[in-house]
């Protein structure tokens, strides 16, 4: 079979996220426990396969990789891999890109520039020390700022996510806008998702208190600003408002409060070679099974159209009856963030 990666609810896939590894030098709480066994080493899949898996996607249409983890940085090697797939940017592939926790930016920062990329999202929930190092159990905010900057110098254009967490970052919430306008940089929120286990025993019900739905955050904004849609797109599954008195954009990623399913183009790929059609649902396709087979690229790229046409509507998340519903039981780390 030749053409596009269309599913069977006629969306084209042409966006996939990549994670390199499931290993991190932080522990986030809402992402990881905080003694995580990680896999074993000969599980994950070698740069060079993930080359060959990722340029086997880029044959087939996908136009957008996002290369994430874990932490990708820190993979040993890591820039062998972007420097292999920066071959393809202009020869299918419109955008090579990460996100990062911004640990690893400052050495980082100017050879991922060299390998073509050009926009980065960086995962940061606060600007106060403290809680930063409470809420990644071991990061170090001066670090991540100190990174931020050195992409900027770079040249890379820098969006913030952060994870909308009620009674963590609430009342930062102008702060963050202000810092953001101050030093040029995009931010989106996202609402806290039922992902994995995170060893607290309480089955998800941490994660329903951190729950702060993003039309609340919305209307808070709106008391300070006039919020306008914007027409802008990234391909992900953020909608874009302008701040009409400051001229910031600010994306919103509400895979609860309205999710985005209905037009999702995406993919994910683990650094093991599951392919998983759907964040929020557990059906996978083995691609490392068919890559280690065979030297040819037809076993995988029939696993590849195989997966796609098992692609769901949508997923289950569901906060409304005050439990997380559609909870997953892997961890973010291990799907992609």
Same mark, same amino acid.
């Given at each position: 079979?030749?053409?596009p990666?269309?599913?069977?609810?006629?969306?084209?896939?042409?966006?996939?996220?990549?994670?390199?590894?499931?290993?991190?030098?932080?522990?986030?709480?809402?992402?990881?426990?905080?003694?995580?066994?990680?896999?074993?080493?000969?599980?994950?899949?070698?740069?060079?396969?993930?080359?060959?898996?990722?340029?086997?996607f880029?044959?087939?249409?996908?136009?957008?990789?996002?290369i994430?983890?874990?932490?990708?940085?820190?993979?040993?090697?890591?820039?062998?891999?972007f420097d292999?797939?920066?071959?393809?940017?202009?020869?299918?592939?419109?955008?090579?890109?990460?996100? $990062?926790? &911004?640990?690893?930016?400052?050495?980082?920062?100017? +050879? *991922?520039? %060299?390998?073509?990329? /050009?926009?980065?999202?960086?995962?940061?929930?606060?600007?106060?020390?403290?809680?930063?190092?409470?809420?990644?159990?071991?990061?170090?905010?001066?670090?991540?700022?100190?990174?931020?900057?050195?992409?900027?110098a770079?040249?890379?254009?820098?969006?913030?996510?952060?994870?909308?967490?009620?009674?963590?970052?609430?009342a930062?919430?102008?702060?963050?806008?202000?810092?953001?306008?101050r030093d040029?940089?995009?931010?989106?929120?996202?609402?806290?998702?039922?992902?994995?286990?995170?060893?607290?025993? $309480?089955? &998800?019900?941490?994660?329903?208190?951190?729950?702060? +739905? *993003?039309? %609340?955050?919305?209307? /808070?904004?709106?008391?300070?600003?006039?919020?306008?849609?914007?027409?802008?797109?990234?391909?992900?599954?953020?909608?874009?408002?302008a701040?009409?008195?400051?001229?910031?954009?600010?994306?919103?990623?509400?895979?609860?409060?309205?999710?985005?399913?209905?037009?999702?183009?995406?993919?994910?790929?683990?650094?093991?070679?599951?392919?998983?059609?759907?964040?929020?649902?557990?059906?996978?396709?083995d691609?490392?099974?068919?890559?280690?087979?065979?030297?040819?690229?037809?076993?995988?790229?029939?696993?590849?159209?195989?997966?796609?046409?098992?692609?769901?509507?949508?997923?289950?998340f %569901?906060?409304?009856?005050?439990?997380?519903?559609?909870?997953?039981?892997?961890?973010?780390?291990?799907?992609?963030?």
């Amino acid at each position: 079979m030749t053409g596009p990666l269309i599913d069977p609810f006629a969306r084209s896939i042409d966006y996939l996220r990549v994670s390199v590894t499931d290993r991190c030098d932080f522990r986030c709480t809402y992402c990881m426990s905080e003694h995580m066994t990680f896999l074993p080493k000969k599980e994950l899949l070698t740069l060079e396969e993930l080359d060959r898996l990722c340029s086997a996607f880029v044959r087939m249409g996908v136009r957008k990789l996002r290369i994430t983890g874990g932490e990708p940085l820190v993979r040993k090697g890591i820039m062998t891999f972007f420097d292999g797939m920066s071959r393809h940017i202009g020869a299918g592939l419109d955008e090579l890109t990460l996100t $990062t926790n &911004g640990s690893q930016l400052e050495r980082f920062a100017q +050879p *991922l520039w %060299d390998a073509g990329v /050009r926009r980065i999202n960086v995962s940061l929930d606060t600007l106060d020390p403290e809680k930063f190092q409470a809420i990644t159990r071991w990061g170090s905010l001066e670090k991540v700022r100190r990174g931020i900057d050195a992409a900027r110098a770079a040249g890379m254009r820098v969006k913030i996510n952060t994870v909308a967490l009620k009674g963590f970052n609430e009342a930062e919430l102008f702060d963050l806008i202000d810092w953001c306008k101050r030093d040029d940089l995009d931010i989106t929120f996202i609402e806290v998702m039922p992902m994995g286990d995170m060893g607290d025993g $309480t089955d &998800g019900t941490l994660r329903l208190g951190q729950y702060w +739905p *993003l039309k %609340d955050l919305r209307a /808070r904004l709106a008391e300070r600003f006039t919020l306008s849609e914007l027409s802008y797109k990234t391909g992900g599954p953020a909608r874009y408002f302008a701040l009409e008195e400051t001229g910031q954009r600010v994306g919103f990623i509400t895979p609860l409060t309205h999710n985005f399913c209905e037009s999702c183009n995406r993919v994910r790929l683990t650094c093991t070679g599951e392919l998983y059609m759907c964040l929020g649902q557990e059906d996978m396709a083995d691609l490392r099974a068919p890559l280690r087979a065979s030297e040819a690229d037809a076993p995988v790229e029939d696993a590849i159209r195989a997966a796609i046409a098992r692609k769901p509507k949508g997923h289950d998340f %569901d906060y409304s009856r005050q439990r997380a519903d559609g909870q997953m039981s892997r961890h973010m780390s291990h799907t992609g963030g």
